[in-house]
């Protein structure tokens, strides 16, 4: 029989740190601190294992899992030397979900298990305190009765807030022991009243259904959204951790607190944490009290952005170094053990009982972008890790973080207050106060901030659709704050100047009404709240940042390219160290900033006869040199792939009545001629019709005064003493023939330009693969083809058969449904259209041994789209401007995992 529970418990362990996919990441290091002589209170994992094997039995628990369950609980009270359900010195228990891969409060916790009314009176007794034990008691029902029983959480808090009302207090601590005793009658009764049943007294039928109750919260929506943003696998399910309880709320020697051992914001080496006195872990996250600074650094640093006097600070809001110095000093060594042990940032969170330190987590803390790129590089110099590692570390979708406008620093901008600067960057958007209403305004097209009390769970599709969060309570250790961190959301967290009135959609901050619609900025690097829409400024890439693209230069072999159709995207790409353009859509130039050159298309479209398609032909050639010129400039002497027309002609003519009127008006021809025009162009199926090289073969002289265009640019260039390496793309070709009746006028006109300029450029004739049939006889296209570019996109609709414009009907649920992996538009369906990239590949180099092969759709961007392109055997990526920096850290990762000889 397989091995269930692992036990933990007085410094030896069953399992380690390398279990974690049997464990999940907290079981496993939970385990691995146990073993590293931590102090953990003893507890035992259930495997990730039984989470499956629940959902695939009808949620039923696997043979022997109950024997093993209560074995386990044995060896957890001999290391407690308490007794499970017992009267006079009860073990009480919490009850945590682990995934392998770490999902900050998107699953459900239970904390005080085992409390009744007879167990209630023995944790008075071993404890000497009443208050704490009731206390306990209350907490437990509403966590239990919201987690397991399906109780909305508002239904205790109504009953906590009248008592409190009541008895005229504001804080939960405030309350005696007889006011909390009473609350657990209370909240009792309202569970019997409302579920027609008892609130369960035995300790066993309670760890029963916390227990499910924490495999059922892997299918929550709220975790199910977290998967799917961060490409977590269903079926990797989650462990469930039962451990002994240790208290944060047994008085004022008594605390909770969350810690980082180095600033996930910024990455800079310094412990940084927050804990509350006479509290319970799940405080610190709800942001419900104001939680204090570990440092006595960071407090007085807290203290004076707050106009909060240094006596005030000390009285009320000491740090923990001031407070209890023998637990804080005893957490610096941890803190230096753990990072020396797991090689990288820490996120902890302890517990002190009676002034003694209890590890109850470590994981490798979430960091934004920033932060992860500093401790990456900081890591190396320390010699902690080697520059492989550090490439390892970063994912690159972080460094998008980095890659977003700031606020322009010269901007004069009205800041009207000043919250926590949870997550960097900025955010511009129109205030909305619900998670719902984020996702449906962001639908429509609209910018949003999402302006909450707090955020909780059920709270992350409305942050995702957000620019960014700003919210009046919390920490930088709240939900808000540690899941916008993980999206690289602007947030701004805990801002108590913000008061929110969400039935009037209206928040106040520092007297300034503001309703839902207005605009605001968020700067979440500073904290500053600023009215209107703040100009924003483009990013630089240098420090860290650059150190850590410089090592991912010398380790990757695939080089990276970009899509650009402007000298301007050019430009911004080059920055981002784009080796070349990939991909340049010369038809985004025929809707260039004079309006005179869409009337030349139009003109040419319209034409009855050759010599009229020329004419028109010759306004739009040197609009198209122009463009040109300015491209080759900007990307000095790095290749250029330059794509000739592709869309069909249609795309170019106005099909409502008034754009075609206003068209007939302005070229001084009847209306009825460019209605006649458009109906006789319109295609049932446009992506699969008149377009891409089919033009070509039809009208040769578009093709040539794009390549004339082409060439007369690189002359004048060259003239000037500017290398250029122009690269002729020819689009949608499936047959021999097509390829070469145009490589052969292409070549012509090259070489009669080159002849009237009397220069001599280096060029290639290549062709775009996105045809199923392309790919299968690639090697008779590789004949007369130089280089490849896959359009990953097209070949995407044509393997599938799915029209990217409609898929967006079906995609979304074939992908919840599990009949796709992924959304096959963003991520590359490597089973499939990755088989037809590697036989044309193949095939093209059968032919041409020294073939150039890359791929130029979406998916040049996408990590795991170019590990496949590095494992395969192409020679570049090409991707938008803003994406080269991931393609680049991607393409450095799939070197270090599967080397390439070079």
């Given at each position: 029989?397989?091995k269930?529970v692992?036990?933990?418990?007085?410094?030896?362990?069953?399992?380690?740190?390398?279990m974690?996919?049997?464990?999940?990441?907290?079981?496993?290091?939970?385990?691995?601190?146990?073993n590293?002589?931590i102090?953990v209170p003893?507890?035992?994992?259930?495997?990730?294992?039984?989470?499956?094997s629940?959902?695939e039995n009808n949620r039923q628990?696997?043979?022997?899992?109950e024997?093993?369950i209560?074995a386990?609980?044995?060896k957890?009270?001999e290391a407690?030397g308490?007794?499970?359900?017992?009267a006079?010195?009860?073990?009480l228990v919490?009850v945590?979900?682990?995934?392998?891969a770490s999902?900050?409060g998107?699953?459900d916790?239970?904390?005080?298990?085992?409390?009744?009314?007879?167990?209630?009176?023995?944790?008075?007794?071993?404890?000497?305190n009443?208050r704490f034990?009731?206390?306990?008691?209350?907490?437990f029902?509403?966590?239990?009765?919201?987690?397991v029983?399906?109780i909305?959480?508002?239904?205790?808090?109504?009953i906590?807030e009248?008592?409190?009302?009541?008895?005229g207090?504001?804080?939960?601590?405030?309350l005696?022991?007889?006011?909390?005793?009473?609350?657990?009658?209370?909240?009792?009764?309202?569970?019997?009243?409302?579920?027609?049943?008892?609130?369960?007294s035995d300790?066993?039928?309670q760890?029963?259904?916390a227990?499910n109750?924490v495999?059922?919260?892997w299918?929550n929506?709220?975790?199910?959204?977290?998967?799917?943003l961060?490409?977590?696998?269903?079926e990797?399910?989650?462990a469930?951790?039962?451990q002994?309880?240790?208290f944060?709320n047994?008085?004022?020697?008594s605390?909770t607190?969350v810690?980082?051992t180095?600033n996930?914001?910024?990455?800079e080496?310094?412990?940084?944490?927050?804990f509350l006195?006479?509290?319970q872990?799940e405080?610190?996250v709800?942001?419900?009290?104001t939680?204090?600074e570990?440092s006595?650094e960071?407090?007085?640093q807290w203290?004076?952005e707050?106009g909060?006097?240094?006596?005030?600070?000390?009285?009320k809001y000491p740090?923990?170094?001031e407070?209890?110095?023998?637990?804080?000093?005893q957490?610096?060594?941890?803190?230096q053990?753990l990072?020396k042990?797991?090689k990288?940032?820490?996120?902890i969170?302890?517990?002190i009982q009676d002034r003694?330190?209890?590890?109850l987590?470590?994981?490798?803390?979430?960091?934004?972008?920033?932060?992860?790129i500093?401790i990456?590089?900081?890591?190396?110099e320390?010699?902690?890790i080697?520059?492989?590692?550090?490439?390892?570390?970063?994912e690159?979708?972080?460094l998008d973080q980095?890659?977003?406008?700031?606020?322009?620093?010269?901007?004069?901008?009205?800041?009207?207050?000043k919250g926590?600067?949870a997550?960097p960057g900025?955010?511009?958007g129109q205030i909305v106060?619900?998670?719902?209403?984020?996702?449906q305004?962001?639908?429509?097209g609209?910018?949003?901030i999402?302006?909450?009390?707090?955020?909780?769970?059920?709270?992350?599709?409305g942050?995702?659709?957000?620019q960014g969060?700003l919210?009046a309570?919390?920490g930088m250790t709240?939900?808000?704050?540690?899941?916008?961190?993980?999206?690289?959301?602007?947030?701004?967290?805990?801002?108590?100047?913000?008061?929110i009135?969400?039935a009037?959609?209206?928040?106040?901050i520092?007297?300034q009404v503001?309703?839902?619609?207005?605009?605001?900025?968020?700067n979440?690097?500073?904290?500053?709240?600023?009215l209107g829409?703040a100009p924003?400024v483009?990013p630089?890439?240098?420090?860290?940042?650059?150190?850590?693209?410089?090592?991912?230069?010398q380790?990757?072999v695939?080089?990276?390219r970009?899509?650009a159709d402007?000298?301007?995207d050019a430009?911004?790409?080059?920055?981002f160290?784009?080796?070349?353009?990939?991909l340049c859509?010369?038809?985004?130039m025929f809707?260039g900033?004079e309006?005179?050159?869409?009337?030349?298309?139009?003109e040419m479209?319209?034409a009855?006869d050759?010599e009229?398609r020329?004419k028109?032909?010759?306004k739009?050639l040197p609009?198209?040199?122009?463009?040109f010129?300015?491209?080759?400039?900007?990307?000095?002497?790095l290749?250029?792939?330059?794509?000739?027309?592709d869309?069909?002609?249609?795309?170019?003519l106005?099909h409502?009545?008034?754009?075609?009127e206003?068209?007939?008006?302005?070229?001084?021809?009847?209306?009825?001629?460019?209605i006649?025009?458009?109906?006789s162009?319109?295609?049932?199926?446009p992506?699969?019709?008149f377009r891409?090289?089919?033009?070509g073969v039809?009208?040769?002289?578009?093709f040539?005064t794009q390549v004339?265009?082409i060439?007369?640019?690189?002359?004048a260039?060259?003239?000037?003493?500017?290398k250029?390496?122009p690269?002729v793309?020819?689009?949608?070709?499936g047959?021999?023939g097509?390829?070469?009746?145009?490589?052969?006028?292409?070549?012509?006109?090259a070489?009669?330009?080159m002849k009237?300029e009397?220069?001599?450029?280096?060029?290639?004739?290549g062709?775009m693969i996105?045809?199923?049939r392309?790919?299968?006889i690639?090697?008779q296209?590789?004949e007369?083809?130089?280089?490849?570019?896959f359009?990953?996109?097209?070949?995407?609709?044509?393997?599938?058969?799915?029209s990217?414009?409609d898929?967006g009907r079906?995609l979304?649920?074939?992908?919840d449904?599990?009949?796709l992996q992924d959304d096959?538009?963003?991520?590359l369906d490597q089973?499939?259209?990755?088989?037809l990239?590697e036989?044309?590949?193949?095939?093209?180099?059968?032919?041409r041994?020294?073939?150039?092969?890359?791929i130029?759709g979406?998916?040049?961007g996408?990590?795991?789209?170019?590990?496949?392109?590095?494992?395969?055997g192409m020679?570049?990526?090409?991707?938008s401007p803003f994406?080269?920096?991931?393609?680049r850290?991607?393409?450095?990762?799939?070197?270090?995992?599967?080397p390439?000889?070079?």
């Amino acid at each position: 029989m397989s091995k269930n529970v692992y036990f933990f418990g007085k410094g030896k362990a069953d399992g380690t740190a390398e279990m974690r996919n049997l464990l999940g990441g907290k079981g496993a290091n939970l385990a691995e601190m146990t073993n590293l002589g931590i102090p953990v209170p003893a507890g035992f994992t259930i495997t990730t294992e039984v989470c499956t094997s629940y959902y695939e039995n009808n949620r039923q628990w696997p043979a022997g899992l109950e024997e093993e369950i209560k074995a386990n609980m044995k060896k957890v009270e001999e290391a407690m030397g308490k007794l499970f359900g017992d009267a006079n010195n009860p073990l009480l228990v919490s009850v945590r979900s682990g995934a392998r891969a770490s999902m900050p409060g998107m699953m459900d916790t239970i904390l005080n298990l085992g409390l009744n009314d007879d167990t209630v009176q023995g944790l008075i007794k071993s404890s000497g305190n009443e208050r704490f034990a009731w206390d306990s008691y209350r907490r437990f029902i509403q966590m239990y009765g919201n987690v397991v029983l399906g109780i909305e959480h508002n239904a205790f808090e109504g009953i906590l807030e009248q008592k409190k009302e009541e008895k005229g207090v504001k804080l939960d601590h405030e309350l005696t022991a007889e006011d909390l005793k009473d609350l657990v009658g209370k909240y009792k009764a309202w569970v019997k009243t409302n579920l027609q049943k008892e609130f369960p007294s035995d300790p066993w039928e309670q760890l029963h259904g916390a227990i499910n109750a924490v495999f059922s919260s892997w299918m929550n929506p709220r975790a199910i959204t977290y998967r799917k943003l961060n490409k977590i696998p269903e079926e990797w399910g989650t462990a469930v951790n039962i451990q002994a309880m240790v208290f944060g709320n047994m008085g004022d020697n008594s605390a909770t607190g969350v810690a980082f051992t180095r600033n996930p914001s910024t990455g800079e080496n310094k412990f940084y944490g927050e804990f509350l006195i006479n509290a319970q872990g799940e405080d610190v996250v709800a942001g419900i009290r104001t939680p204090q600074e570990i440092s006595l650094e960071a407090s007085q640093q807290w203290a004076k952005e707050n106009g909060i006097s240094e006596e005030e600070r000390k009285a009320k809001y000491p740090s923990l170094e001031e407070y209890m110095p023998e637990c804080y000093q005893q957490l610096l060594q941890l803190r230096q053990t753990l990072e020396k042990h797991y090689k990288d940032m820490q996120d902890i969170e302890f517990t002190i009982q009676d002034r003694k330190l209890y590890m109850l987590q470590t994981r490798n803390g979430k960091r934004t972008g920033q932060a992860a790129i500093k401790i990456a590089v900081d890591l190396v110099e320390e010699g902690l890790i080697d520059q492989q590692t550090a490439l390892l570390r970063v994912e690159p979708e972080q460094l998008d973080q980095l890659l977003h406008p700031m606020i322009d620093p010269k901007a004069q901008v009205e800041k009207i207050a000043k919250g926590l600067p949870a997550s960097p960057g900025a955010a511009v958007g129109q205030i909305v106060f619900t998670a719902e209403e984020a996702e449906q305004w962001n639908d429509q097209g609209r910018k949003v901030i999402l302006v909450r009390t707090e955020t909780s769970p059920e709270d992350i599709s409305g942050m995702h659709a957000a620019q960014g969060i700003l919210t009046a309570r919390g920490g930088m250790t709240s939900h808000a704050a540690v899941v916008a961190r993980g999206m690289g959301k602007c947030c701004v967290a805990g801002c108590s100047e913000a008061l929110i009135d969400e039935a009037k959609k209206i928040v106040t901050i520092n007297g300034q009404v503001l309703k839902e619609g207005d605009w605001l900025t968020l700067n979440g690097s500073t904290g500053d709240i600023i009215l209107g829409q703040a100009p924003l400024v483009e990013p630089e890439i240098a420090g860290n940042f650059e150190t850590l693209m410089s090592w991912a230069d010398q380790v990757r072999v695939l080089k990276v390219r970009t899509n650009a159709d402007t000298p301007h995207d050019a430009e911004v790409a080059r920055s981002f160290g784009a080796e070349g353009i990939g991909l340049c859509r010369t038809e985004h130039m025929f809707f260039g900033p004079e309006h005179e050159r869409i009337m030349a298309v139009r003109e040419m479209i319209l034409a009855d006869d050759v010599e009229a398609r020329k004419k028109a032909l010759a306004k739009i050639l040197p609009y198209q040199k122009a463009d040109f010129m300015a491209i080759f400039e900007a990307m000095k002497d790095l290749p250029v792939t330059i794509r000739l027309l592709d869309p069909p002609l249609h795309e170019f003519l106005p099909h409502d009545r008034k754009g075609q009127e206003e068209m007939a008006k302005e070229m001084g021809i009847p209306v009825e001629k460019v209605i006649a025009k458009v109906n006789s162009l319109s295609e049932f199926n446009p992506m699969l019709g008149f377009r891409g090289c089919r033009l070509g073969v039809i009208y040769p002289e578009i093709f040539e005064t794009q390549v004339r265009a082409i060439f007369e640019a690189a002359c004048a260039l060259s003239k000037k003493g500017q290398k250029v390496v122009p690269e002729v793309m020819i689009p949608l070709v499936g047959t021999t023939g097509e390829l070469k009746l145009i490589k052969e006028y292409s070549v012509r006109v090259a070489e009669e330009v080159m002849k009237e300029e009397g220069v001599q450029i280096e060029y290639q004739i290549g062709t775009m693969i996105e045809l199923p049939r392309a790919a299968l006889i690639a090697d008779q296209i590789a004949e007369e083809a130089e280089f490849f570019s896959f359009g990953t996109n097209d070949m995407t609709q044509m393997a599938f058969g799915y029209s990217r414009d409609d898929a967006g009907r079906f995609l979304p649920a074939y992908v919840d449904l599990k009949i796709l992996q992924d959304d096959v538009f963003q991520r590359l369906d490597q089973e499939g259209v990755g088989q037809l990239l590697e036989i044309g590949l193949t095939k093209g180099r059968a032919t041409r041994p020294d073939l150039k092969v890359g791929i130029c759709g979406e998916h040049g961007g996408d990590p795991s789209s170019v590990e496949f392109c590095h494992r395969i055997g192409m020679n570049y990526v090409s991707c938008s401007p803003f994406r080269v920096p991931l393609a680049r850290l991607a393409a450095a990762q799939a070197q270090v995992k599967n080397p390439r000889r070079q």
